[in-house]
């Protein structure tokens, strides 16, 4: 059993298909990198997977329950960090843990002890009185990831958790990621940085133009070259941005 499958989804905007029968696989205990343009379709992909947005064609399943057809059951075993989060602002962020917690049903004292643990570990313990609407952008992608692992969920699936965190932030970030994987637990991740999909993935998928252009290995689908190598010629990329512009030279 896969601990996600997406399968021939598709989605349209007006005249615009920004997802394409899109069909992947990602193994149970993978981390697994998704890589793309901007304008790709990842994020609707990912918002599609997980029951944010309805598909116009084809189906997503988290450990094999269909996340449309037995949503309740599908969304308890995922954590998700979307893109543009949007939280309560005028509430802190231990109150918007200990809401959200109680909204899944977890006991009272399970949401306290928990909470308490995610605020020190990520680093938010010390702004405990503060609401939201002062969190900078870091902050609120390290409150939304506390919200994704709150009801320890089997698998997570996170749209650029690294961006806009500070590097001290963004060890602890991935020290708790690599110990959810050794757990047990999946994780699916979009990013633009080739660099960190390298250090923290061990499968990977290219998505263009709506579609999956290659999938595997991170080792496969470098091909014996660097990743962005790959990415840039699995893309159709060019990079003529680096010609021209002669009046920029001293």
Known sequence: ?????????GKTFGEEKAVDDLSLSVPQGSFFGML??????????????????????????????????????????VGVLPDGLGMPERLTGREV??????????????????????????????EDDKQVIGYSTGMRKKLGLAVALLHAPRLLVLDEPFEAVDPVSAATIRTILNRFIAGGGSVVMSSHV????????????????????????VSEVQAGGSLEDAFVSLVGASTRGAEGLAWLSA
């Open 1 to 9: 059993m896969e601990a996600l499958e997406l399968i021939g989804l």
């Open 36 to 77: 793309g343009p901007n304008g790709a379709g990842k994020t609707t992909s990912l918002s599609m997977a997980v029951g944010l947005l309805r598909p116009d064609s084809g189906t997503a399943k988290i450990f094999g329950v269909d996340v449309w057809d037995e949503p309740v059951q599908a969304k308890a075993l």
């Open 97 to 126: 843990l200990t809401y959200l917690g109680l909204l899944r049903g977890l006991p009272a004292a399970e949401v306290d002890a928990r909470t308490t643990e995610l605020l020190e570990v990520l680093e938010l313990g010390h």
């Open 194 to 217: 080739m660099a960190l999909v390298e250090q923290l993935c061990d499968r990977v998928a290219v998505v263009s133009g709506g579609k999956v252009v290659a999938a595997g290995t």
